[in-house]
């Protein structure tokens, strides 16, 4: 695991240093230093604390952003059992009842249904695709990187965003 803390480190500080160049260029100092400065991660992490900052909301802009961390290096996290947490990695066809977060990487493809009085996040990542459908009163917000596909079936009252 270490290994692979150290790999993801390394592509977080390249990715951290195009962000704040991305900022220099576009004329704005004081995001930039933010980048510069920030230190989020640290290299030092578990598991858990890997999950936690890539499930963050910034964890997860930043990422759908920049790319970051690569599908090769999303993929060693499999053995891990990251679907626990939510996250599906080349999980192939699968369908997931009233899930509070779901992540899809790569080779995925989901039928996500919602039915549930709640707030449902679906994040794809890496070509991964979804069909989400979505009833009764159910919330569904859907954030998908360049690549990815998903088809939305509300119905009722529902709203998938």
Request: aromatic share 8%.
């Amino acid at each position: 695991m270490k290994a692979i803390i150290h790999q993801i480190y390394a592509q977080w500080r390249i990715a951290k240093e195009q962000a704040r160049q991305e900022c220099e260029n576009r004329s704005l100092p004081n995001l930039a230093e933010k980048y510069r400065k920030c230190n989020m991660f640290k290299g030092t992490e578990d598991l858990q604390g890997i999950i936690r900052l890539y499930t963050s909301t910034q964890g997860l802009e930043f990422c759908m952003r920049y790319h970051f961390p690569n599908l090769a290096t999303l993929r060693l996290f499999k053995a891990q059992n990251v679907e626990r947490y939510g996250i599906y990695i080349d999980a192939g066809a699968i369908t997931l009842e009233n899930p509070t977060r779901a992540i899809l990487i790569g080779r995925t493809s989901a039928t996500i249904n919602c039915s549930t009085l709640e707030r449902h996040e679906v994040v794809l990542l890496h070509g991964a695709s979804a069909c989400v459908n979505a009833s009764k009163w159910s919330v569904v917000f859907v954030k998908a990187e360049q690549g990815c596909s998903f088809i939305k079936n509300p119905s009722e009252n529902a709203l998938i965003l």
